[in-house]
């Protein structure tokens, strides 16, 4: 079993976020080579993830599950415990790519909505400044290759934050750009392109909402009457 | 156990000062596993000079390999050692071949597959083949090494003779049978190949792929691993 921990953990770093089709893709026939039963439910799997945890937390390494509202999907992250836009994907990479990285989190991380038209990011503008800008085709490289590990999000003509932003950067996201992006007051975890109440406009995690309501039907913020409906597929600004 | 008597104790510090192993997982451990966990998607060789900066300085590097190599074998399956003691490089390489192809992004199977593809042909004829017989094989595939191929990219040959070698999936050898003759260059599995993907693997995927039974390659199979024996 351990070994196949350790091959399940190798495979989530080399995928950096995956969903349950790609986990099970993964541990089927994983398991199957070295004759272990494979989790069989969304919470085994968990406690799977959690055992595997325990062993690489102190190192610096996690494996975290994340809901992800834009695609309404949870994903595995593998994530780093203490990483800065800094220390992120900068292998081998120039300062100026490394800015362009930073860049980009801040000009999302303050749009509305939390996304920006594809084509902005690769607007010189962005690189103002830099004494050695990359070219325009090094920065779709390079967004590529962030998107490919799910520190963005390509999707419909905008750019949005990964689900490894998410996890990775929650603690500098969250205290960095406590204006535009907040916490969810019911779990404290960090909360975009979810439910907003219809009054005050803060936004929840479903889930958390959802948990709430089962006992209250007044928003946790302002106390007024909860009125939005906790629909199965929501859009960005509900 | 280590003697503890005090004389023992002091004859060894003395004599050990260079080499007194941490045992113990510090901010240095972790920043130098960081760096290695970092650098070890590209697959590229790691420099000793590098880690010795993520240490703080070669001493710092040196008492912590022993428990960064434990750890990275105990916790991730990942076998760090030494590449080559001339050039002080390592490399990270998988404790056992990959179960299936899903361990692999969508982007990474494309590779994965040429590779695959090189290392049955090789393995085939006896684990050694001259380069410009490779590239007749791949052509046979509606493969051109020199130009952009739908599936495979823009650089095949780059992806080859650069990628793959310095991936050590594969090894490059130049020779030369005498003085008057032009140099040849041949193709064998390379280090990372050898530890990553079981012979076995490759028979499989040949047997898919060419349409024959595994047993066909039986001959194959025991010369590979006949190879391997000699060499161990």
Redesign the interface.
């Known amino acids: 079993m351990e070994?196949v921990k350790?091959?399940f953990?190798?495979?989530c770093?080399?995928?950096s976020y995956l969903c349950y089709e790609?986990i099970d893709?993964?541990l089927?026939?994983?398991c199957?080579?070295?004759k272990v039963s494979k989790p069989a439910s969304n919470e085994a799997i968990k406690a799977f993830v959690n055992d595997i945890n325990d062993?690489?937390r102190?190192?610096?390494?996690s494996l975290v599950f994340i809901k992800y509202p834009l695609m309404g999907k949870e994903y595995l992250v593998y994530a780093?415990t203490d990483a800065t836009p800094d220390s992120i994907a900068n292998?081998?990479l120039t300062a100026e790519e490394c800015q362009y990285f930073s860049k980009l989190l801040d000009k999302i991380a303050t749009a509305d909505d939390c996304r920006i038209p594809w084509n902005v990011a690769y607007n010189e503008l962005f690189l103002q400044g830099l004494a050695k800008p990359p070219k325009k085709s090094r920065m779709q490289h390079l967004l590529q290759k962030w998107s490919?590990m799910g520190y963005f999000l390509d999707k419909d003509e905008y750019i949005y934050l990964g689900p490894r932003s998410l996890v990775e950067l929650n603690f500098y996201l969250t205290s960095s750009y406590s204006e535009h992006i907040k916490s969810c007051t019911l779990c404290k975890g960090l909360v975009l392109w979810d439910i907003r109440c219809g009054s005050c406009q803060i936004q929840f995690h479903r889930d958390c909402i959802h948990t709430y309501l089962q006992k209250r039907d007044i928003c946790p913020s302002c106390g007024s009457l909860w009125t939005t409906p906790l629909r199965r597929s929501s859009s960005a600004s509900s | 156990m280590a003697s503890t008597s005090r004389a023992a104790r002091s004859q060894n510090a003395n004599l050990t000062q260079a080499t007194q192993h941490i045992t113990e997982?510090d901010g240095k451990v972790?920043a130098i596993?960081?760096y290695i966990?970092?650098?070890s998607?590209?697959q590229i060789p790691i420099k000793e000079k590098d880690l010795a900066t993520a240490a703080g300085d070669k001493n710092e590097l040196k008492k912590r390999l022993q428990l960064v190599t434990e750890?990275l074998a105990?916790?991730?399956?990942?076998i760090f050692k030494q590449l080559d003691s001339a050039t002080k490089t390592y490399i990270c390489t998988?404790?056992?071949p990959m179960?299936?192809i899903?361990?692999?992004?969508p982007?990474?199977r494309p590779q994965i597959t040429l590779l695959y593809i090189i290392l049955m042909y090789i393995f085939l004829r006896g684990n050694r083949i001259e380069d410009s017989k490779l590239y007749g094989m791949l052509e046979l595939l509606n493969i051109q090494v020199d130009e952009e191929h739908g599936y495979f990219g823009a650089n095949v040959r780059k992806l080859i003779e650069e990628t793959f070698v310095k991936q050590q999936y594969l090894k490059r050898e130049r020779s030369q049978l005498n003085a008057y003759d032009d140099p040849k260059i041949f193709f064998l599995w390379g280090l990372r190949a050898k530890a990553e993907i079981s012979y076995e693997h490759i028979v499989q995927f040949a047997a898919k792929l060419l349409n024959q039974d595994p047993r066909n390659f039986d001959h194959q199979l025991a010369m590979a691993q006949a190879a391997e024996n000699e060499e161990q």
């Not at chain 2, 105990?74 to 990942?78: E, S």
Request: charged share 20%; no cysteine; glycine share 8%.
């Open positions: 070994v350790r091959g953990t190798r495979a770093k080399n995928h790609t893709e993964i089927t026939p994983l199957a080579s070295h062993s690489i102190d190192l610096g390494q780093k292998t081998g490919q | 997982v972790r596993l960081n966990l970092d650098h998607a590209e750890l105990q916790r991730f399956g990942i998988s404790e056992a179960a299936s899903h361990e692999l992004t982007v990474q």
